[in-house]
Structures are given as C-alpha cells and as structure tokens.
C-alpha cells in the first residue's frame, strides 16, 4: 500500500490551559442618594449609557434646599456686621481705658462680647458650608466613567438616603473570572495573556490581572480574574463564556492528526521500519494544535511514522512510501 511518512521530531509549542467561566463587571459603582426629602425632578441617564466622571445622573427639587442657604447667607451676614461692631467697640474701650474713663472690668467685658461675635461668624460660616453641601446633592453625580446598567430611580420619588439609584460598570471594562481547579491555578502567573470565545465563533484577548487567594468550598475552584481588551458592546456581565490562559512554551512531539488511529479505545502510529513494514505503537496523546497532535507518551523522537493512509494498515503491513501532496510531510 503507498503511505507518506513524516519524521518525529521536537519542536516548540504553546502550552495553553483551557477554562470557562463567566463575565463580570471590572468593578462596580453604587450610585445612592444622600438627600432627605427632596423629590426627584429629572433623570439625565438611562441603562446603558456611557457617563463620564462627574455627569448629572439625576436632579432633585432645589428649591428648599437653595431657600436654606440663601438664609444662612444672610445670617452670615448679620454675624460679620456684628463682629465689625464688637470689634470697633473693644478699640473705643481700650482707649477709654488709657485714659482712665472706665475700668479693667468693662474692657474685659467688651472683649468677652468680640469673641462671642467671632463664634457666631464662624458658626455662620460652617452654617453656609452646610447649605452648599445639600444643595450641591440635589444634582447626582457619577462618581466615575463608566456604563449604567441598572437604574432603580423614577421621577418624583421621595427616595431615601442611602438608597441606590444607579449602578454603573466603571470604565465600561469586563473581566473574565475563569475557573481553575487548585492544580491548574498553580501554573497560571499574573500577566499571562488570554483568549476567550464568544457566541458569535468571534474571540477576544486579555490578560490575567490576578489570581483569587482562596479556593471555592463548595466546587473546590478559584477563580483567575482576566483583564479583557474589550468593553461592554459584544461583551456582557453574566455571559457563559470558555477560553484558553497560555503558560508558555514547551518542546512537543507534534504529529499530524492523521498519523493517529484509534482502535479499541487505544491511540496508534504505525512506525516504518527499514524493511519498509510498519509496526504499530500505542502512544498517549495530548493537546491538539492546529493540524497536529501532541504525543505525550510512546514516541521518543527520531521515528519514522506514517502520515497518510494510516487508518487502512495493520502490524507488520508492508507498505510503498509515496511521495507526499504536501511539501514538508515527507522525510
């Protein structure tokens, strides 16, 4: 029968570790309301959108809210015009006092009444820093870039303080959380690049930012967590996806997949001897690369093996090497 042959050598190959595991936001922004009693008045985003870093999510009533500061202005006010008073009165006082008109008690006095005045002005201050502050919460901000994607308020909710009103993916990023047994999560180093598949037969790259410090309970996995170079748009939270991590490279002995024949549950190669017979060689196999397979066990390098027209040979079949279609099989 005419075969074609190719030569067993050793040759550098990827190793990579397969995994599956689910999509899930970088991080995650709560965005809650700090206000009490105010009514929301206007929503400015919606699931899905994409919000820079200070953008108005939502608006609440202002109008109490500015009425209170406008009055602590005021108060303000009042406070500075009685501590210039306090003031000029304590230098009237204390020339009096040169002159003998009036006694150490009465000075003392006077001053007593200028740091009264100097509290309340102080006061009045803290006072209208207050009122800013709340009117300042009647616009809510997102507190980072990111996607919205939940939004629990409504207009003309009383919401209270506390209360989450949106929840934003920051920076729109998406991690891979990957599931490894404990023995796989040993070989797996920060850094190490990734690739996972999605739905649509499309892949998307990335790389292992760190690895989880403890193990599952329950399923006895740890999770890796994978930086992804892509954002929310193919990509979304809680999608199901499976991947590879590579871990570098090795020396394999790599065959064509042809070469391999499964009889009986076992995995053969018919290796050709010098008299152009063929003996058949039960090897292990491993990782499948392409159009090669690798050979964990049975081979040792160095053999001549049939590539094509394996599947029609037994023990000790003599055989005619043919030349080969393809350029780079035949040794």
Do not use: C, Y
């Amino acid at each position: 029968m005419s075969v074609q042959t190719v030569a067993v050598a050793a040759s550098e190959a990827q190793v990579r570790l397969e995994a599956q595991g689910n999509l899930a936001a970088w991080r995650e922004a709560s965005v809650s309301s700090e206000t009490q009693g105010l009514t929301i008045v206007a929503l400015l985003a919606d699931v899905g959108e994409r919000v820079v870093q200070g953008a108005v999510l939502a608006r609440f009533d202002a109008r109490v809210p500015a009425a209170e500061l406008e009055q602590a202005r005021a108060q303000l006010l009042e406070a500075q015009v009685a501590l210039d008073e306090a003031q000029l009165q304590v230098e009237r006082t204390a020339k009096l006092r040169q002159q003998g008109f009036i006694s150490e008690a009465q000075l003392t006095q006077v001053r007593s009444t200028e740091a009264a005045a100097q509290a309340r002005l102080a006061s009045a201050r803290a006072l209208v820093q207050l009122r800013e502050v709340r009117l300042a919460q009647t616009e809510l901000r997102a507190p980072e870039a990111g996607v919205v994607v939940a939004r629990t308020a409504s207009l003309g909710a009383v919401p209270q303080p506390g209360s989450e009103l949106f929840r934003l993916i920051a920076q729109g990023r998406l991690e891979w959380r990957a599931e490894l047994t404990a023995q796989d999560l040993a070989r797996v180093r920060p850094g190490a690049a990734a690739r996972i598949q999605l739905p649509d037969a499309s892949s998307v790259t990335g790389r292992v930012r760190m690895l989880a410090p403890s193990v599952d309970l329950q399923t006895r996995n740890a999770l890796v967590h994978v930086d992804l170079n892509a954002d929310l748009g193919r990509l979304r939270p809680g999608m199901f996806v499976r991947g590879e991590i590579e871990l570098g490279s090795r020396q394999s002995l790599l065959v064509p997949q042809t070469a391999i024949v499964v009889r009986d549950g076992f995995s053969l190669v018919f290796r050709l001897d010098r008299d152009q017979r063929v003996q058949a060689i039960r090897v292990k196999t491993g990782r499948i690369l392409g159009e090669r397979v690798e050979v964990t066990e049975g081979l040792s390098g160095g053999e001549t093996i049939v590539a094509r027209g394996a599947a029609f040979l037994h023990h000790g079949d003599l055989v005619r090497v043919a030349p080969q279609a393809s350029p780079g099989l035949q040794r």
